[in-house]
Every structure is written in C-alpha cells, then in structure tokens.
C-alpha cells in the first residue's frame, strides 16, 4: 500500500505561481510511476503531467512551458511547480502513484487540494 497526502493548494491571482507537494508513505520503493491529475466540477479528472521513476516527463499541452513536474530520487515527494497561471487551472489536483502490489499494478490516490486562480 502507498499512501499520498497532497499539500500547497490555495487561491492565487491570474499569472501567479504556487507549487504543490505530495507526500507518499508505505511502499514506496515499489512506486515506479507518479502523476498529478485535476479535476474541475462538471469535467472528468485530467491528466496533468506525470513522471516515471526513470525522470521521464509528459505534459498535458494546456500546461505545457507553465507547469514543471519533479520528484526527490526516492519517490518520497512529487511536486507540481505551477507559474503563470490561467483561471482555467482551478480544479482539485490530486497526486496518483503507481505501484507494484505483489504481482499487479495498482494505482493509489491522494486525497486531493483546491487550487483556486482568480482572474
């Protein structure tokens, strides 16, 4: 089992910045993929950016050049750094890890945080 307990969300002006942490606890060393994912009233979660345990990076384009994914070399952290933000990223972003429980892959979740941008 991973447990993951986001932390950094709040309100922020349009063009702003704020940087999101997720702690993740348990097993970790069998995490080998971690993402951050949001989700807005109405919409369907979304994937944000996700990094592998390699350092591989993907971005969804809308945060593309604004958002920067990164994790300490255990997996014990991820952050999410958010600059120059859009009142279109106001969601609940949660924290997602993959990991190896006993011979499948599962995916644990954080309990999520608001981000808010005000225009």
């Known amino acids: 089992q991973v447990q993951l307990v986001e932390s950094g969300g709040g309100l922020v002006q349009s063009g702003g910045s704020l940087r999101l942490s997720c702690a993740a606890s348990?097993?970790?060393?069998?995490?080998?993929?971690m993402a951050w994912y949001r989700q807005s009233p109405g919409l369907e979660r979304e994937l944000v950016a996700d990094?592998?345990?390699?350092?591989?990076?993907r971005y969804v384009d809308s945060v593309k050049g604004r958002f920067t994914i990164a994790r300490d070399s255990g997996m014990h952290t991820l952050y999410l750094e958010m600059n120059s933000v859009k009142p279109e990223d106001t969601a609940v972003y949660y924290c997602?890890?993959?990991?190896?429980?006993?011979?499948?892959?599962?995916?644990?979740w954080g309990q999520g945080t608001q981000v808010t941008v005000s225009s």
């Open positions: 997602s890890a993959n990991a190896l429980v006993d011979v499948s892959m599962r995916q644990f």
């Open positions: 348990g097993s970790v060393s069998n995490v080998v993929h």
């Open positions: 990094i592998t345990k390699g350092g591989l990076t």
